[in-house]
């Protein structure tokens, strides 16, 4: 997209006069001479398996639209990961309801001890329940931003990572369960699961939850239980991403806390950090609702949380 474009002439600006070459254009290119040879991260790549996933309907746990979506992941993944692992599980949710989930881990260089974590959920809301009317908040959530958004993400980078094996053994985590409800305790189901049931001796440097990425604003302040928890990998992320040039929208600003899965990855011992926009639409007004669909999201914070995550994954970590 856009932002490549102008890195591309960046480059060939800072090549041609690189004393008096100023790379501050639109998109946030001002730290582009910081970035690492490495492959680029497509965001409107990413974007188009938002509507992919968009197009299996919602995918909340015991729906066809959820198995669809499930068995599409695992054949993406399973073509282009090292190995696969698949995680299914039953839970039981505090209204006795019984529903089977299934986390994916798609791994690359599965034997190295250097190695990252890098986290979305795949399952959507069953209900709408920030609607402004009774009916609206009976219907369910399409999720292409709250789900399909970081999914695209992560599955975008096992193709990249197919085609460029990366210095580090990476993780990409599907987790599922995570936004049923309707309140916490019936959420972050795939983590806890994950969390209780990680590989043997699994000590990944750190993880990075990515979680509503998908605004036509996006904007990526701190999140307050990241920055408790891990503060020195929310450093090293916001510092990348400044690096690139995306300090703008990577803002350096304490924002709330959010519950969401890196509480239980922390509470199971992998520093885990969240990035995630607290404002989907004007006043939040997406969130939760029938209206987070394709047509409220952009490509423009899935290229550059994917950027940031590619650049950390060939910089090592
Ligand atoms: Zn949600």
């Given at each position: 997209?856009l932002?490549?474009?102008?890195?591309?002439?960046?480059?060939?600006?800072?090549?041609?006069?690189?004393?008096?070459?100023?790379?501050?254009?639109?998109?946030g290119?001002?730290?582009?001479?910081?970035?690492?040879?490495?492959?680029?991260?497509?965001g409107?790549?990413?974007?188009?398996?938002?509507?992919?996933?968009?197009?299996?309907?919602?995918?909340?746990?015991?729906?066809?639209g959820?198995?669809?979506?499930?068995?599409?992941?695992?054949?993406?993944?399973?073509?282009?990961?090292?190995?696969?692992?698949?995680?299914?599980f039953?839970?039981?949710?505090?209204?006795?309801?019984?529903?089977?989930?299934?986390?994916?881990?798609?791994?690359?260089?599965?034997?190295?001890?250097?190695?990252?974590?890098?986290?979305?959920?795949?399952?959507?809301?069953?209900?709408?329940?920030?609607?402004?009317?009774p009916?609206?908040?009976?219907?369910?959530?399409?999720?292409?931003?709250?789900?399909?958004?970081?999914?695209?993400?992560?599955?975008?980078?096992?193709?990249?990572?197919?085609?460029?094996?990366?210095?580090?053994?990476?993780?990409?985590?599907?987790?599922?369960?995570?936004?049923?409800?309707?309140?916490?305790?019936?959420?972050?189901?795939?983590?806890?699961?994950?969390a209780?049931?990680?590989?043997?001796?699994?000590?990944?440097?750190?993880?990075?939850?990515?979680?509503?990425?998908?605004?036509?604003?996006?904007?990526?302040?701190?999140?307050?239980?990241s920055?408790?928890?891990?503060?020195?990998?929310?450093?090293?992320?916001?510092?990348?991403?400044?690096?690139?040039?995306?300090?703008?929208?990577?803002?350096?600003?304490?924002?709330?806390?959010?519950?969401?899965?890196?509480?239980?990855?922390?509470?199971?011992?992998?520093?885990?950090?969240?990035?995630?926009?607290?404002?989907?639409?004007?006043?939040?007004r997406?969130?939760?609702?029938?209206?987070?669909?394709?047509?409220?999201?952009?490509?423009?914070?899935?290229?550059?949380?994917?950027?940031?995550?590619?650049?950390?994954i060939?910089?090592?970590?």
């Amino acid at each position: 997209m856009l932002a490549s474009l102008l890195r591309a002439f960046c480059w060939t600006a800072l090549a041609a006069a690189p004393l008096s070459a100023s790379c501050s254009g639109a998109g946030g290119e001002a730290g582009a001479e910081a970035r690492i040879e490495r492959p680029d991260f497509p965001g409107e790549e990413a974007h188009r398996l938002v509507a992919r996933q968009v197009a299996f309907g919602p995918r909340i746990p015991g729906t066809p639209g959820h198995q669809r979506q499930l068995d599409w992941m695992r054949a993406w993944l399973a073509e282009r990961a090292d190995t696969l692992e698949v995680q299914s599980f039953t839970s039981l949710t505090t209204y006795g309801e019984s529903l089977n989930l299934t986390n994916l881990l798609a791994r690359f260089h599965p034997g190295r001890p250097d190695r990252i974590l890098l986290v979305a959920h795949w399952d959507t809301r069953p209900r709408a329940d920030q609607s402004a009317t009774p009916e609206e908040r009976e219907q369910p959530v399409l999720g292409a931003n709250d789900g399909a958004s970081g999914t695209a993400v992560l599955l975008q980078l096992a193709e990249l990572l197919a085609r460029n094996p990366p210095p580090i053994g990476v993780d990409l985590l599907f987790v599922d369960g995570e936004d049923y409800g309707p309140s916490t305790a019936d959420m972050f189901l795939g983590a806890r699961y994950f969390a209780e049931n990680k590989p043997a001796d699994y000590k990944p440097l750190y993880g990075v939850l990515i979680d509503m990425i998908g605004d036509q604003q996006p904007r990526f302040p701190i999140e307050g239980y990241s920055s408790q928890a891990a503060p020195e990998v929310v450093h090293r992320v916001w510092s990348v991403a400044a690096e690139l040039g995306y300090g703008d929208v990577f803002v350096q600003e304490n924002a709330g806390s959010i519950s969401d899965d890196h509480m239980p990855l922390n509470e199971g011992g992998i520093r885990t950090i969240d990035i995630i926009d607290f404002e989907y639409g004007p006043g939040n007004r997406f969130w939760h609702t029938p209206q987070d669909v394709l047509e409220n999201t952009s490509p423009d914070g899935l290229e550059m949380v994917g950027e940031v995550l590619t650049e950390l994954i060939f910089r090592g970590g």
